[in-house]
């Protein structure tokens, strides 16, 4: 066997790995392995990777790649170890927009490198689309960490316009690809590279925080994307493979996720949602309707005496790292004999199943959440609905104000329950900037505060009783 | 149209179908972890990358090579541990879990 066809024996290995990684994935019990496997077949790739000839030579520069490698893996080694789980969204945007750069550099010096053998068109159209998906990816990841990490506004950027220019951006750069095709022009690759750089960033700007995750979910398809279009001019099928799976799970998890929120993908993209902060913060509205509020002791008691209690958990309780006492007062309630759930709402956290990362990284057992169709039919005969730190996935809006922009998005119906409680920092609105009628219901009753202070002082209420 | 092309293109399509069956019956508690685990793999950038710095022929060719594989490594590597930080943390209920040091002990 020769040396090449060995080497491609281990590729398909490496490839039939990632599919069986993501077939484990499946299960909570095969995860872990899943991913393992998927490792060690990358690790297989490598390897294999270093013994491979181009261009009929092994490979050059090969302490240069050592070098590279090392800086990757002392960078990315401790910020994937130490960052707070509430952060993992923002951990995952950049990684990604780090594979799409290098999947584009990859396409641009291939080019480079070919270009003199005048390669066929098909060839400058792969590379072309491995640029331009690329260096999207790139900038729309960065711009995405900087408004998950707030580094600037979570709020939509918009300006008089912006959908004429985006798309004015758009055509220029079709046009530069045909453009490309006919002249096979070095110099203006580079334009494309600087103009898809261009509008990665300004189809991003006008996303808010809370759709965010979505996007993200839709960059990670545009890196696999470009990765197997790296691997159409490189003429690697592991490439091809890894790059359409992804891709493929990619788009189908982006639609999940606008579902979930009762939208199209295209309303996420496009209508710059949550732009305008429609609630007012104040705690007396117009109509002289106010919130009551209550004292965590209170609480606590209200708790001791309920049979059956639902825990609506959102993003507030992960900034607060209440998560700990959460699940403390929770065992407290199951030892007097108390049925408590947690209801988990499909994009709770800031991204889709976020919510249950946090909560198992508590020690949560996972038995105990609950998805939406099976929380709203608990919530039905439940004594208690506690929302912690959640607004928009608990707002009656979405089923009863058609005029409301979240109007449609399934939620938690948490006014089913005998009493909703809500322990909030303050009256402001939720992540969407929309007022919530619920604070204003008679069975509400609200605690300010830090939900780990609030937490701890309930958890001491019940022990008390 | 080449043959090579139609090959690449058979592998394409087939494994576009293969992505999205596997990944429709993956409950919405993994999609977190799904999300982070796909783009590890496509940090599979890591081998083109290589094979681009080590066939280099210019300084330009060696900067954006040497680039593409920092940028690479940590795509795979931050990929890969951060997913398998999330999916440590599924445990199921039957284990008896040990107390951990923030529990307030009474």
């Given amino acids: 066997m020769s040396r090449e066809t060995l080497i491609d024996l281990l590729y398909l290995f490496s490839a039939t790995t990632f599919i069986l990684a993501l077939k484990g994935l499946g299960s909570p019990k095969h995860a872990r392995r899943g991913n393992m496997v998927a490792a060690f077949g990358m690790l297989v790739a490598v390897v294999a990777t270093f013994f491979k000839y181009v261009d009929g030579h092994s490979l050059h520069h090969l302490w240069l790649i050592l070098l590279a490698m090392f800086i990757g893996v002392i960078i990315a080694v401790p910020t994937a170890r130490f960052v707070k789980m509430t952060a993992i969204p923002q951990l995952v945007a950049i990684f990604n927009g780090v594979g799409g750069g290098a999947a584009s550099l990859v396409s641009l010096t291939e080019f480079i490198h070919v270009k003199s053998t005048h390669p066929a068109t098909y060839v400058i159209l792969e590379v072309l689309l491995g640029v331009l998906i690329g260096t999207v990816s790139f900038a729309g990841s960065a711009i995405a960490f900087a408004k998950l990490q707030e580094l600037m506004t979570g709020r939509p950027v918009t300006y008089p316009g912006q959908q004429v220019i985006n798309a004015i951006v758009g055509l220029a750069a079709l046009a530069l690809i045909v453009t490309i095709l006919v002249t096979a022009s070095t110099t203006l690759l580079w334009v494309l590279l600087a103009l898809s750089f261009v509008l990665g960033v300004i189809f991003v700007l006008p996303i808010g925080g809370a759709d965010v995750p979505v996007l993200i979910s839709l960059l990670n398809a545009f890196t696999g994307l470009a990765v197997a279009a790296s691997g159409f001019t490189l003429g690697s099928n592991l490439l091809i493979v890894a790059g359409v799976l992804v891709g493929a799970s990619g788009i189908l998890l982006t639609r999940l996720m606008s579902k979930a929120m009762g939208r199209s993908l295209s309303n996420v993209l496009f209508s710059a949602f949550g732009s305008v902060v429609t609630a007012s913060g104040a705690t007396t509205r117009e109509d002289g309707r106010s919130v009551r509020s209550g004292t965590p002791e209170d609480i606590g008691i209200l708790l001791g005496f309920a049979s059956r209690v639902v825990i609506i958990p959102g993003y507030g309780l992960a900034v607060a790292q209440g998560q700990h006492v959460l699940r403390e007062l929770a065992e407290l309630l199951e030892a007097k004999g108390i049925e408590v759930f947690y209801a988990i709402h499909p994009v709770a956290g800031r991204m889709p199943g976020h919510m249950n990362v946090l909560l198992a990284e508590a020690n949560v057992p996972y038995e105990q959440l609950l998805e939406l169709d099976e929380a709203n039919s608990e919530l039905a005969t439940a004594d208690v609905a506690l929302v912690v730190g959640a607004n928009d996935t608990v707002n009656p809006a979405a089923t009863d104000d058609p005029s409301s922009p979240i109007y449609g998005m399934p939620i938690i119906h948490a006014d089913l329950a005998e009493n909703v409680v809500f322990l909030k920092r303050s009256m402001r609105p939720g992540f969407a900037g929309i007022e919530n009628e619920l604070l204003y219901n008679p069975k509400t009753t609200l605690v300010f505060g830090d939900a780990k202070d609030t937490l701890t002082k309930m958890v001491a209420a019940v022990k008390a009783n | ?106």
């Fill in chain 2, 1 to 106: 149209m080449s043959n090579v092309l139609l090959q690449y293109l058979t592998v394409l399509i087939l494994t576009a179908f293969v992505g999205t069956e596997i990944i429709a019956k993956v409950p919405s508690i993994l999609h977190t972890p799904l999300m982070s685990g796909s783009n590890a793999i496509h940090g599979v950038i890591l081998v083109g990358s290589m094979l681009i710095l080590g066939g280099a022929t210019s300084n330009l060719q060696e900067v954006l090579g040497f680039l593409a594989v920092i940028l690479a490594t940590l795509n795979v590597v931050g990929g890969f541990v951060v997913t398998d930080r999330m999916l440590e943390m599924f445990k199921p209920r039957a284990k008896p879990t040990a107390p951990t040091s923030d529990e307030v002990t009474k």
